[in-house]
């Protein structure tokens, strides 16, 4: 995709109920704009129309959560690393303990279009713009 289509792109999501179509490596990706909870609004991510809670877990293998937002957090709060910190760090290997180890996730829910643009141009090759629509 070029400037243009991101543009166009953007102009369809930054309206209250926007929608575009995608296609992606060969499938259909959908991104509407709408609420995500009580009074935030955000971007959904469909794959071939459709969305599964299973490509959001860690453990579970699925293609289709390439198509999604990759997170990722710290097992510990920042209070608990930071106690971490003050203990010896044989201590912690003898317990096995990693401070600043992450858990990593994926979200179907993107703030922007540029951290959505960012993801894709990075991970997929081929991306062509199908349809945008909304309010």
Same mark, same amino acid.
């Given at each position: 995709?070029?400037?243009?289509?991101?543009?166009?792109?953007?102009?369809?999501?930054?309206?209250?109920?926007?929608?575009?179509?995608?296609? !992606?490596?060969?499938?259909?990706?959908?991104? $509407?704009?709408?609420? @995500?909870? *009580?009074?935030? =609004?955000?971007?959904?991510?469909?794959?071939?129309?459709?969305?599964?809670?299973?490509?959001?877990?860690?453990?579970?293998?699925?293609?289709?959560?390439?198509?999604?937002?990759?997170?990722?957090?710290? !097992?510990?709060?920042?209070?608990?690393?930071? $106690?971490?910190?003050? @203990?010896? *760090?044989?201590? =912690?290997?003898?317990?096995?303990?990693?401070?600043?180890?992450?858990?990593?996730?994926?979200?179907?829910?993107?703030?922007?279009?540029?951290?959505?643009?960012?993801?894709?141009?990075?991970?997929?090759?081929?991306?062509?713009?199908?349809?945008?629509?909304?309010?």
């Amino acid at each position: 995709m070029n400037r243009e289509e991101w543009d166009r792109v953007e102009q369809a999501l930054s309206g209250v109920f926007g929608r575009i179509r995608l296609k !992606v490596d060969g499938r259909e990706v959908t991104f $509407r704009r709408g609420l @995500i909870t *009580k009074n935030r =609004l955000g971007i959904m991510t469909y794959v071939d129309g459709t969305f599964k809670g299973a490509w959001m877990l860690p453990s579970h293998e699925a293609p289709e959560s390439m198509f999604l937002r990759p997170q990722s957090r710290f !097992v510990y709060t920042q209070k608990e690393r930071k $106690r971490f910190k003050r @203990i010896r *760090k044989k201590t =912690l290997k003898e317990l096995k303990i990693d401070p600043d180890k992450k858990m990593h996730s994926f979200t179907p829910f993107w703030n922007s279009v540029g951290s959505i643009r960012k993801h894709y141009e990075r991970t997929f090759k081929d991306i062509q713009l199908l349809e945008t629509g909304g309010i």
